[in-house]
């Protein structure tokens, strides 16, 4: 069975130049699939084939292929830009010889060593997972995770286009692991429509974190920043207080009606856009809306030096 397997994939291995990071110079058909979900793996890869000898259109991806956890230090036979031929991917940790109590990312790719592009990571987890953004196009995405350096939850993701390993970007979060104020949301999720809903930290008024969405345009995954206006939830139970006056809006645009709110205002937030428009919901249930930019400061504040929320403001949550 296997040896059918692995002379399917060896007969639709096509013969490609070799470049960095890429092609191996032999196609190592002796690759053994370790573990039951390497076996999966195979087997799917062998559906994939036959499927493109068959019919030469490719196997849509399972959605919920993400699920799926790699293994560091074990070699994985997966075809991952759609062009019929397996890629060996092997990924391991090694104590880093400087600083022993950290480790240094490993990567391989076809036994070209891609290791470079994942030393941005601190302290890099021991599994890592294979996800498919876009079942459109013609490649799955690899990712590694972070805890980082203060729980500051981060994922690199990678595209092999055939060539080369391509650094997509690091996103917040990490698959299957919720939020530092949240444990149980779904904090890094694939819509497998292209686009990615990750909750992001943002410290307008508050600490928080807001579901946001990500795209991958020309090969990077960028922020959407639309407007939408977001709910958002602090574990804060008093009310923030104001100490300085404040110019608000009673809705979040600029062309309606401007108040200014007395220095010892106090209020509650709960939704932001988290990058012009928060709101203030004082103490007689008047909603109104404030504009600070995404690092905090406040645009409307009459100084000549740049003033922040927490300039203005005391009893916020604010995590480090
Ligand atoms: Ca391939
Ligand atoms: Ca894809």
Known sequence: MKKKVLSLIFMSTLALSLVACGNKKEPDITTKPETKEVQEEVVETKEEVKEETKKEVKEEPAPDMESTIYKAGEHYSIDL??????????????????YPEFHIANLTINDVDCSDILLNLWEPEENYRIVDIDPSDNYYELVFSTYGMSDDLESTFLRYDGESLVLLGTTPMIIGVGTPLDKYVDALKINHDGTMTIYTRTDVIETTFIPRTYVIEDNEIKLVEDGTIYDF??????????????KVYTKPDTSSESVVLPEGTKFDTNKT????????????????????????????????????????????????
């Not at 830009?81 to 400087?98: A, K, M």
């Not at 939830?233 to 404040?246: F, G, Q, V």
């Not at 988290?274 to 809306?289: K, L, Q, R, S």
């Not at 400061?297 to 203005?312: C, G, N, P, Q, R």
């Open 81 to 98: 830009n759609n062009d019929g031929t397996p890629e060996d991917i092997f990924y391991e940790l090694e104590q880093d010889p400087s």
């Open 233 to 246: 939830y602090t574990p804060r139970e008093d009310k923030i207080e104001t100490t300085a006056e404040l």
């Open 273 to 320: 856009d988290a990058t012009t428009w928060t709101n203030m919901i004082v103490e007689d249930g008047t909603e109104y809306w404030i504009r600070i930019d995404k690092t905090g400061k406040l645009l409307d504040f009459d100084a000549d030096y740049d003033v922040s929320t927490w300039d203005v403001m005391t009893g916020q949550f604010l995590a480090d």
